[in-house]
């Protein structure tokens, strides 16, 4: 019922771009803190960017300020991350999440996720 599937993964040389989607169904977020998490093998879930309900405010993790852009479409329900610039540390799947609270950079307090997608970046 409710779904938030992130798409755009996909192979990208280091330096590169790329552009990842994230589309909710069942629910309207509008309201809701959205933010965006990675994962790599055998690592722990981390904090990439989040933004408020209105747009009004992102966090970033510092290692990919400056490089990646998080915004949101509450209108179209969706919210996206602009990868600039990026490195072979940025591999990873990435996931896009949503809480009915404020922003955060925890993992464990947002309350939908989406599935993952891809990313890797080639040296």
């Known amino acids: 019922q409710v779904q938030l599937v992130e798409s755009g993964g996909g192979l990208v040389e280091a330096g590169g771009s790329l552009r990842l989607s994230c589309a909710a169904s069942g629910r309207t977020f509008s309201t809701y803190a959205r933010g965006w998490f990675r994962q790599a093998p055998g690592k722990e879930r981390e904090f990439v960017a989040a933004?408020?309900?209105?747009?009004?405010?992102?966090y970033y993790a510092d290692s990919v300020k400056g490089r990646f852009t998080i915004s949101r479409d509450n209108a179209q329900n969706t919210v996206a991350l602009q990868m600039n610039s990026l490195k072979p540390e940025d591999t990873a799947v990435y996931y896009c999440a949503a809480r009915t609270l404020g922003i955060t950079r925890t993992p464990s307090e947002y309350n939908y996720w989406g599935q993952g997608t891809q990313v890797t970046v080639s040296s």
């Open positions: 933004i408020t309900w209105n747009g009004g405010k992102a």
